[in-house]
């Protein structure tokens, strides 16, 4: 069973097909319940404006 999309949160979508490829194959890896949460492609930034 795949993780839905409920609990799937993905902040932008991928410009790279290896990377959704990737991130399609961890979704169907998944199971659909708790405490299985998933946010994909975001980044940290700190107080001083680096990503980290």
């Known amino acids: ?3 839905g ?5 993905p902040m932008t979508e991928s410009g790279f ?3 959704r490829e990737a991130l399609d ?3 169907e890896q998944l199971p ?5 949460q ?3 492609n975001f ?3 700190d107080d001083q404006g680096k990503v980290g």
């Open 1 to 3: 069973m795949s993780l």
């Open 5 to 9: 999309a409920a609990r799937w949160h």
């Open 17 to 19: 097909p290896w990377e």
């Open 25 to 27: 194959w961890l979704r």
């Open 32 to 36: 659909d319940r708790e405490p299985w």
């Open 38 to 40: 998933v946010w994909s």
């Open 43 to 45: 980044e940290f930034i």
